[in-house]
C-alpha cells in the first residue's frame, strides 16, 4: 500500500522502520534503540568495550590564552592512551561553507596538543586528539561496521575493534534485530537534507567520503545510490529535490545501477516495505 500525499502527489511510506523490527511505536523505538543517527554512543561502547563522554568541550589556545566558546566533542574516550573523538557530521556538515570551516579549524585545534585545552583558565595541558568522522546519510551495516572499527581504527589507532560478535550485539542495541538484513539501510529515505541541498565543497566531501568507503565496501554506495533512486520515483522524478542536477562530478557518480545482490537491507521506499 502507497500514502499519496493530497497536496504534492508525493509517496510517502505507508509503515515506519519500527513496525518492521517489532516495536510497537517510533517513541519507544527512539529511547530504546534509535539506529546509528540516535544512539552512536551505544554503538561506540560495544565495539571499544569502554564508556564514551558525551560533548567534550575543548577550547582554542592562542597566545597561552583559551579563546571564544569551545569546540564540542560528540563523543571522546581514551583508547589504548589515544585521544579519541567521533564526531556525527549532520546535513549541516555538507550544506554549510562556514560548518565546514569550522570543521578545518576544529582539526586544526585538536590535532596540536599546544593549541588545545579542556580547561577555559589553560591550566589543563592539551592533547592530540585523533578524530572519526560518522556521516550522517550511513547506518550499521557489517560492511560500514568493518570500515570503521576495522579499516578506519587499524589506520588511525594501529588496532582494529571489529569483530561478529559485536556487530551483532551492537545491531540488536540499535535496530531490536540479530539479522543484517533487517538493519535500515543506508542512505536518504525520508529525509528533506537531500545532496540538492548540498553546496559545492559539501558535495565534494560527500564524494570523498563515499569513494573512500565503497573502494573496499562497494555495498554502501549501491545502498545508498538505490535508495535515492526509489526517492526521486516516489516525488513523481522530480530529481532536482533529490540530487544536485548541475553538479557534473556528482552526476557521474551517481550514474550507476546498484546490483540486487548488495541491497540486503530495509529501504523504507521499497513497494514491499510500505505496509508491515
Known sequence: MTKINNKTNFIDPKHKYHKIV????????????????????????IFFEKKFQKELAVYEVK?????????KCDHYANIDDKHVVFEFNGNHHYQSPFKMNTDKRKKEVLDDPQRNSTDQKNSVLGK?????KIPYYTQLTKDFAKYIFHDVCLEKLNKSFYDDKKFIEA??????????????APGLHTSAQTPASFCEIGIARFLKEMNEMSEKYPSIKHQYIH?????INDVNNNEHLIIPKQNMAFNKWFDFEPEEKYLNCIFEREKKNYKF
Open 128 to 132: 592530540k586528539y585523533i578524530i572519526i
Open 63 to 71: 597566545n597561552g590564552k583559551t579563546i571564544g566558546q569551545p569546540f
Open 22 to 45: 517489532g516495536i510497537k511505536t517510533y517513541k519507544e523505538f527512539k529511547i530504546k534503540y534509535g539506529t546509528l543517527t540516535h544512539n552512536l554512543n551505544k554503538c561506540l561502547e
Open 227 to 231: 535508495s535515492l533512486k526509489l526517492y
Open 171 to 184: 545491531i540488536k542495541a540499535l535496530y531490536n534485530t540479530d539479522n543484517e538484513n533487517m538493519i535500515f
